[in-house]
């Protein structure tokens, strides 16, 4: 990036900084800085600039409590419940590691 151009994304850098921990509304800090729509413009292009590309997911271990009754006794669907309340349904050929997978998904997010 040439010196200019680096210029100009650092003085953005901190006017954007500024004016988070200002306390003002964008509009207040803009209009006191005589800035006008440019400062929407940076905002965002600079949170596109640091954002993920890809975000690493943690999965945490599924607890699936067993029924007493059996898969044939269920017909053609597995409910599973939720400790938020929440259920999944899911054929009885559903794959094991990817029920597994969800659940944690799931549980996480609760």
Known sequence: MNQRREQAWAKWRHLISE????????????????LG???????KRLQ????????ELQLGK??????V????ALGTSIEVRLRNGRS??????????HLRALLGVVECES
Not at 69 to 72: I, L, P, S, V, Y
């Open 88 to 97: 999944l349904i899911v054929p009885p050929e559903f794959e094991v590691s």
């Open 69 to 72: 009754q059996t898969r044939a």
């Open 62 to 67: 599924a607890r699936v409590e067993p029924r």
């Open 19 to 34: 004016q988070a921990q200002s306390g003002q509304s964008v509009a207040a800090f803009c209009r006191d800085r005589g």
């Open 48 to 55: 596109e600039a640091v954002a993920p590309q890809f975000v």
């Open 37 to 43: 729509t440019q400062f929407f413009y940076w905002k």
